[in-house]
């Protein structure tokens, strides 16, 4: 399982490059370049959907435990960098957050369960953005057969998605504990199994209200549905503009693509080789729809680099603080 994303990340690099290399370096380095400085008004288009998913995810704590927004935006957005941009198959991004609002003052029960059940939303808010895509993609009469591949595919992923919340209300944390502990003789053990099964608990409890949780996962689209301005303003910068719902088409269907080779980290080559296949039915030829790729990838190196220095520094105070109290 630790080589599988380290195997994505070496698979999504190889056809990333091929990719470039198909189209020309030069070609597509001079499409960014000739657009200039203007490029970086992408990543703060694209910023707002960080609010949304943080409003999200804050609304599946319990009431009486909730932390302040400022601490679940900044956790979200440090665990997004890690799932952006190491090989962690973006789950380990799940686990940062929910330590860091441990480590501020959120109990670690009420932690664990709200990320459980937040990656279930946002894989609800991805199967929703998926279906919107597919039907822009019908109602623009661009590729019948795409759409009915893109069909089965929300289809399996409903199903998948209905499994995994069936075995989060039959115990499945706490599952796991009591079989690990039966090969594990540490007295502290039966803690920790206690505790796994006040996460379930709460889990049922957090899905319960069917209310909250239909509303994060709102947020949650409404989030991926402001994205779309990154690809039809970087689109408008590259001189080929598209009407907002070809943009919405695009970004969606990319997206979702990108989402389900969840194992090779930051869709490398994944991402690339949606924007060149739908954008084609659009009209943009190959070097243009790379170029659209990777203009959109500016956010990574000016949203998320930062929140990896910034998780760093954090996890770097904590280490020295540890020690300072063995000391």
């Not at 009486?64 to 962690?88: E, S």
């Not at 003052?105 to 894989?123: E, F, M, P, W």
């Not at 690339?272 to 190196?301: C, F, H, K, N, P």
Request: aromatic residues 10%; proline residues 3%; negative net charge.
């Amino acid at each position: 399982m630790r080589a599988l994303p380290i195997f994505g990340l070496i698979l999504g690099l190889l056809i990333f490059v091929l990719l470039i290399l198909w189209q020309g370096i030069g070609d597509i380095f001079d499409l960014l370049a000739t657009s200039g400085w203007t490029l970086l008004t992408l990543p703060v288009v694209w910023a707002p959907c960080l609010l949304a998913a943080a409003i999200s995810w804050r609304m599946l704590f319990p009431k009486d435990h909730m932390p302040n927004f400022g601490t679940v935006f900044k956790a979200l957005w440090i665990g997004r960098a890690i799932n952006t941009l190491l090989p962690v198959a973006t789950i380990g991004g799940e686990i940062a957050k929910a330590r860091l609002v441990t480590v501020w003052g959120t109990r670690g029960i009420d932690a664990s369960a709200s990320v459980l059940v937040d990656k279930t939303v946002q894989a609800m808010a991805v199967a929703i953005w998926a279906f919107i895509g597919t039907l822009l993609l019908v109602h623009l009469s661009l590729d019948d057969e795409l759409a009915i591949a893109a069909m089965l595919g929300i289809t399996a992923l409903a199903a998948g998605l209905l499994g995994f919340i069936l075995v989060q209300h039959a115990g499945v944390v706490g599952f796991m504990a009591t079989a690990v502990g039966k090969f594990v003789s540490s007295d502290g053990w039966e803690e920790i199994t206690n505790n796994a099964q006040e996460v379930d608990a709460l889990v049922r409890t957090i899905y319960s209200d069917y209310h909250c949780v239909i509303i994060s996962t709102l947020w949650r689209t409404f989030g991926l549905i402001l994205q779309t301005s990154e690809v039809w303003l970087g689109c408008y910068i590259l001189g080929f503009p598209i009407s907002f719902i070809e943009a919405l088409m695009l970004k969606s269907l990319t997206s979702t693509i990108s989402d389900i080779a969840f194992f090779i980290p930051n869709a490398y080559g994944v991402q690339e080789g949606g924007y060149v296949m739908l954008g084609a039915l659009l009209g943009m030829t190959a070097d243009l729809a790379l170029a659209v790729s990777l203009a959109t990838r500016i956010r990574e190196l000016v949203v998320d680099v930062p929140g990896l220095l910034v998780w760093h520094n954090i996890e770097s105070k904590l280490i020295l603080k540890k020690q300072k109290i063995v000391n």
